[in-house]
């Protein structure tokens, strides 16, 4: 079965995808194009994802994202970035983002462990690695709360999308078939 994707969709469709009977999810803020977010299914758990459900946030359309291995897929949505990712990229040398999707949400959890699950893609995969045009797709996941202590530049929030053992975020230039491959898979 192929990777269905829906968008545009509801704020209770996010909270459906990533929430499960111990939380209480909350969304209190989208900033992206409605094209460029949506929820997925991918109903074996034997896919190359290895989730069956979610969320999938793009710099482009979210509709696309069945036809991933294809090359040249891309949508161009003329939104703003976002100041939190420009700090992230510019500490690994990088440039300011474009059309950024953010999705903000509060979590409250009934026991004392919360996890998430991620997969991180981009169309700039393979060519764009290291370009001395600057394009470098940057993925963040900021969590703040109680005796979480926050990032340089960042205030209270944390990006826990990083490399294991640092603070190097996950983004084009970091996680590749050159640097770290053994994170990267072909897209």
Excluded: H
């Amino acid at each position: 079965p192929q990777l269905a994707v829906t968008s545009p969709i509801a704020d209770q469709s996010i909270i459906n995808a990533v929430s499960s009977p111990a939380t209480q999810v909350t969304i209190t803020n989208i900033q992206c194009n409605s094209d460029a977010y949506g929820s997925f299914a991918y109903p074996t758990a034997t896919n190359e994802l290895q989730m069956e459900k979610g969320i999938v946030l793009s710099s482009g359309s979210v509709l696309d994202a069945p036809g991933f291995g294809a090359n040249f897929v891309s949508s161009i949505m003329n939104e703003d970035g976002d100041a939190d990712l420009d700090i992230l990229s510019n500490q690994q040398g990088g440039q300011e983002s474009y059309d950024a999707c953010v999705v903000e949400m509060d979590v409250f959890v009934a026991t004392n462990e919360l996890t998430f699950e991620y997969v991180f893609g981009s169309e700039e995969y393979p060519e764009f690695v290291f370009s001395p045009g600057g394009y470098n797709d940057i993925f963040a996941f900021l969590v703040s709360g109680p005796g979480i202590a926050g990032d340089p530049g960042l205030g209270t929030q944390k990006n826990i999308a990083v490399l294991p053992g640092g603070t190097t975020p996950v983004e084009i230039n970091s996680v590749n078939n050159q640097v770290n491959w053994e994170y990267y898979r072909n897209n």
